[in-house]
């Protein structure tokens, strides 16, 4: 039996996740949590940051855990959310608490940048979509500052922590997708562009694909360190429980990432102006998709709520939505409007004004709005992949969080007129053990190869479109109408 300990860091909570394999020809991964703390952004002077010391201190606890549950491990790997990045000065110390990408000092970059490198230049290059936290964009807000001059290297978040695991400093491909930094075609840095916007070559890592071994730590005995897709939607894309080619996915949590796994990346005009992105996947794939803005909206009327004093539990509040009529208000929760944290109830409700809607009149309605809207685009997104590359699609994959939200996989097969297959639940985190398996020698193969040992044993559930007599395929065609108002 092997263990492996897969570190997966979201916007809201870190996780040690250890994965037990048996090998041979049945081999299955077993998943167990360790440890579970709390992350989210800290307001200091202003400015949003991450606090990474604190996380480091999770890993740290869930590994002692985790080591004491099953003696040695075989294996670390780490990934967390993309773009973030910490800056090391000449002696290799950190300078300054990483910026949360959700800081508002990016506002107005990406148009700068665009006066240097024309948008279409820019992604016939990266194929990255633009958004405003890309890394590049928080270069280029950050130029003038004393961290930036003082700074000899860069790691993106989960870098940094296999930097202080390992003292090895290096960038995990898929994550160094997410910079804006690196060629889609041959995933190399283009030093071009960064030398083009200032950016000084001497701050990026030497770059290094997923399942290698990065290093050792010797914090517990001498446990093997390797590279996974540190990126957590490339682990999630891993683990997806696929059996043909023709799947869309979506990885859903603080984010949803809907969109379809190709074998090269599509740079067309078309692309770009949808905003699909390009980002690089395990094995030399590409993750052809799109950021919708997912639950975090909801997470945040549940924290504007709470703070209040009102009543607002989750499972009460999606039971309540289910009864609330369905399509009454849909808005597009990629606005830039719902990407800052704050009062998302009253932002739904500026925008359905805005879009000649009627505002949700209640906690339940505003729920029910988010979901809808949220299926609504899974919908959009999952026809416009195929579309854009050509490919046909007979299934939907929803891991990640958003599993265990019913109403929202009943409304994704309804919306998008596909069945849904739901699970599992800690996709990035198997998928971070599959990949550190495979790179340890207990499972060979390809993705496929892995993707069939991490759904061996899984949970998953299957929703048909119309099982519950949910909207017709006319009736959010319609819907998509009334996102941008009249
Ligand atoms: C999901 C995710 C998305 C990325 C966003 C910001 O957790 O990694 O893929 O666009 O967070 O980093």
């Known amino acids: 039996m092997s263990a492996f300990a897969a570190v997966d860091l979201g916007a809201s909570s870190g996780r040690v996740i250890v994965g037990t394999i048996e090998g041979g020809g049945d081999a299955h991964v077993d998943l167990h949590e360790v440890n579970r703390f709390p992350n989210g952004p800290v307001r200091v002077g202003g400015a949003l940051h991450w606090d990474v010391l604190g996380l480091y201190r999770g890993i740290l606890d869930g590994l002692r855990a985790a080591t004491r549950e099953v003696g040695a491990l075989d294996g670390v790997g780490i990934d967390s959310w993309a773009v973030d990045y910490g800056l090391l000065d000449a002696d290799g110390e950190l300078l300054g608490n990483p910026f949360h990408y959700r800081d508002a000092r990016t506002d107005g970059v990406p148009d700068k940048v665009f006066a240097t490198i024309p948008a279409p230049d820019l992604y016939a290059r990266t194929g990255l979509q633009v958004q405003p936290f ?13 961290a930036l001059a003082s700074a000899r290297g860069l790691l993106l978040i989960p870098d940094l922590l296999g930097y202080w695991l390992t003292g090895v400093r290096a960038a995990e491909v898929t994550n160094a997708s997410t910079t804006g930094l690196l060629d889609a075609t041959t995933r190399e840095w283009a030093l071009d562009v960064a030398a083009a916007l200032g950016i000084s070559e001497g701050l990026l890592p030497p770059l290094r694909d997923a399942g290698e071994l990065l290093g050792h730590t010797t914090l517990l005995g001498e446990v093997p360190v390797w590279t996974v897709g540190s990126h957590d939607t490339a682990s999630a894309v891993v683990a997806v429980p696929a059996t043909g080619t023709d799947f869309a996915y979506i990885s859903c949590g603080t984010w949803s990432l809907v969109g379809l796994e190709l074998d090269r990346p599509v740079l067309t005009e078309q692309s770009r102006a949808a905003n699909f992105t390009n980002e690089a996947g395990v094995d030399g794939t590409v993750r052809y998709l799109r950021n919708v803005m997912g639950l975090w909206v909801l997470q945040e009327s549940i924290r504007t709520w709470n703070d209040a004093g009102l009543p607002a539990d989750l499972p009460d509040l999606l039971a309540a939505a289910a009864r609330v009529p369905a399509l009454t208000t849909v808005v597009d929760l990629d606005g830039p409007a719902f990407l800052p944290p704050g009062d998302m109830p009253s932002r739904i ?5 805005r879009t000649g809607q009627t505002p949700p009149q209640s906690q339940a309605e505003t729920v029910r709005c988010i979901l809808d809207s949220l299926a609504l685009a899974y919908r959009r997104a999952v026809r ?9 699609v007979d299934v939907v994959h929803v891991v990640g969080g958003g599993v265990r939200n019913e109403l929202l996989c009943q409304l994704t097969a309804d919306a998008t007129g596909l069945p849904v297959v739901a699970g599992p639940v800690e996709g990035a985190a198997l998928g971070n053990v599959l990949v550190q398996a495979r790179a340890a020698g207990v499972l060979s193969g390809s993705l496929a190869d892995l993707r069939a040992v991490g759904a061996r044993g899984l949970d998953l559930r299957r929703y048909e479109p119309g099982a519950t007599g949910g909207p017709s395929d006319r009736q959010w065609a319609a819907a998509e109408g009334r996102v941008d108002g009249p």
């Not at 890309?134 to 004393?146: I, K, S």
């Not at 409700?349 to 004004?353: T, V």
């Not at 416009?384 to 046909?392: E, H, I, M, T």
């Open 134 to 146: 890309n890394t590049v964009f928080q270069l280029v807000a950050a130029q003038g500052t004393a």
């Open 349 to 353: 409700a500026a925008e359905a004004a």
């Open 384 to 392: 416009q992949a195929a579309d854009l590359s050509g490919r046909s």
